[in-house]
């Protein structure tokens, strides 16, 4: 099934749910309003429908591949990645002054989420170009933002992130990886990165590594980590690339899924075999602070990959689709004179809604999100900054857990809509779910996001910004409950429930992260999950709201309309729910998670 992107869905959720024209009345952006963002998504779709898309099974079949210690990527990839630069995509929402557009992050996200629903191993390339730029922009010194930021901007160059080694997964403190200070002022990197994506490619004429590695004399644990820029090739003072740098390609993996996206083992100081010189690597911003900085890109690349689940689902949902109003098996159930096309039968039916109204809530919740980080970083009072800046970051986790475990889900029922068929590779649904299960772990794993969620974003202000969300929340269940419609009404009376609960949550965790560690911790994941769907249901309530009072208007696509309105109370139906049983595991408490010793299990 070819991919179709949901443009409609798009446009409605950035005018009616993430307010464009408030974005665009952000100093710097006033001409990025609606009818900005509908022309620049109409052409993202044009490209990656016709482009990117079409590379995507290919991709799976013949994946990167390495020889010599160069990868070759999947056939077609290096065109369209030419194209995608040519186009200016990477540059969406990086400054002008460097070479991008300047646009809202809130019109790049739906970009994003294009290109990642078109081909996510694909998409993984400028995804860690993104995290790259925006280190550097804000650590870089301005001879490092004047030398890469433009070629990275431009598609030149590419960039990666460098974090993970054998022994240190995503605990970072472990990094062994050395820097040795040179009397020019740059340093020698020394050591192994490993899941290092895009870390070898044949796309663009260079590859900026960014690097955590640890000084001489640092002290131990995270804050003896400082940042290194280290190019593939050397460039000069005008950023033309020449002699290659100490770092190669040992190894590509071989994964369950994103299998053209070639992730690297790379060696720094070893010479293809031999004890080498080292790299030469350019201290970003102060040493010891290499994690903080990085953090910037993380950020960045976790809502990423939020947008990755939101991307992959759609993709899921649209194949699953197709299947089912081709497949004709069995009759209706109601009777009927011969086999009809499976989207007739109701449990096929409750799988598609379950999979729509999935995918629709989380799309909704990012692009809130985005728009909030736009008001956070451009808004002109300086106290609602800060107020939405805390709200996007308590958002993030949530964007990236809980949108990525969705995914799985809304993949794992697209094969069982396909029955037998989703179980052969050949239809494309196995594919979707493969590519899935990293989802929730790469850029920091589902416990990492729920326990930063308890903690930094809880627990530490007291529920003072979770509280504040819920506020509007319950604003919302009120505006719902008033509406005139019955489903609207219903809608209201199961999101004020939802929220209730969401907010007795809060309150527990509050009560018991000091008092109890384990407990707080051992209940992030359903804390977590909980205010995925009420957050969800929140911003499904409110399209249907925005739905029903474009309905008056006598040009209105009313179909669609009203489709937004079924989705919103189905979610808060049959997937809400869900919400209060979350709750009572984090009432519950860790009690029984850890009861058993060690030698039980």
Request: with cysteine; hydrophobic share 45%; proline share 4%.
């Amino acid at each position: 099934m070819s991919y179709v992107a949901p443009l409609k869905d798009m446009l409605f959720v950035l005018r009616h749910l993430a307010g464009i024209d408030r974005v665009a009345s952000l100093p710097g952006f006033a001409d990025a309003g609606y009818d900005t963002a509908q022309a620049v998504l109409e052409e993202c779709a044009k490209f990656n429908e016709g482009v990117v898309a079409p590379l995507n099974r290919g991709g799976d079949i013949e994946p990167s591949t390495l020889a010599a210690g160069e990868v070759t990527t999947s056939p077609g990839f290096r065109e369209a990645f030419r194209q995608f630069a040519d186009g200016g995509w990477q540059g969406v929402q990086h400054p002008e002054e460097f070479g991008g557009q300047g646009l809202p992050k809130l019109i790049a996200t739906p970009c994003m989420e294009m290109l990642n629903s078109a081909n996510l191993s694909f998409a993984l390339c400028p995804l860690l170009t993104d995290g790259a730029i925006e280190a550097l922009l804000v650590a870089g010194s301005q001879a490092q933002k004047q030398l890469f930021v433009p070629n990275l901007i431009s598609g030149a160059w590419t960039g990666t992130m460098n974090l993970t080694e054998p022994q240190a997964g995503s605990d970072l403190a472990l990094v062994r990886a050395r820097a040795v200070p040179q009397a020019d002022g740059t340093y020698r990197i020394f050591g192994q990165k490993i899941f290092i994506t895009f870390g070898e490619h044949d796309m663009a004429g260079n590859i900026v590594h960014l690097v955590l590695a640890r000084t001489p004399d640092a002290p131990e644990g995270v804050k003896g980590i400082s940042l290194f820029v280290v190019p593939k090739f050397l460039v000069d003072a005008g950023g033309k690339p020449g002699q290659r740098n100490d770092v190669w390609c040992q190894s590509i993996e071989h994964k369950l899924g994103i299998k053209a996206s070639p992730t690297a083992v790379l060696i720094y100081g070893d010479d293809k075999g031999a004890v080498g010189p080292g790299a030469i690597g350019y201290l970003v911003g102060e040493e010891n602070r290499g994690l903080e900085y990085m953090f910037v890109m993380m950020n960045s690349a976790r809502f990423a990959v939020g947008m990755q689940g939101v991307a992959l689902a759609e993709r899921a949902y649209q194949h699953a689709v197709g299947h089912a109003r081709e497949r004709v098996q069995s009759r209706d159930v109601a009777g009927s004179s011969g086999p009809v096309a499976i989207i007739r039968h109701p449990d096929v039916r409750r799988m598609l809604m379950t999979m729509r109204a999935l995918t629709e809530g989380a799309r909704s919740l990012a692009y809130f999100a985005a728009a909030l980080s736009d008001l956070g970083h451009h808004g002109a009072d300086e106290a609602a900054r800060r107020r939405d800046s805390a709200a996007y970051e308590f958002l993030v986790p949530i964007v990236k857990g809980w949108s990525t475990e969705m995914s799985i889900e809304v993949a794992s029922l697209g094969v069982q809509v396909h029955g037998g068929m989703g179980f052969i590779e050949e239809t494309g649904a196995a594919q979707f779910y493969r590519d899935a299960r990293i989802l929730t772990i790469y850029e920091g794993t589902t416990a990492i996001q729920a326990n930063d969620l308890i903690g930094r974003k809880t627990a530490r202000d007291g529920g003072a910004v979770a509280r504040e969300i819920l506020a509007q929340v319950r604003e919302t269940a009120s505006a719902l409950a008033a509406d005139g419609d019955a489903r609207l009404g219903a809608i209201g009376v199961r999101l004020a429930r939802a929220a209730a609960g969401l907010e007795a949550s809060v309150d527990a965790i509050v009560a018991s992260f000091k008092a109890d560690t384990h407990a707080a911790y051992g209940a992030s994941v359903p804390y977590l999950s909980q205010a995925g769907l009420v957050l969800c249901g929140w911003q499904l309530g409110r399209a249907a709201l925005a739905a029903r009072a474009l309905l008056g208007d006598p040009v209105a696509d009313r179909g669609f309309l009203e489709a937004k309105i079924a989705t919103a109370q189905f979610f808060a139906e049959h997937l809400l729910p869900r919400a209060a049983a979350h709750g009572e595991a984090v009432a519950a408490g860790a009690g029984s998670t850890m009861a058993l010793d060690e030698s039980a299990f």
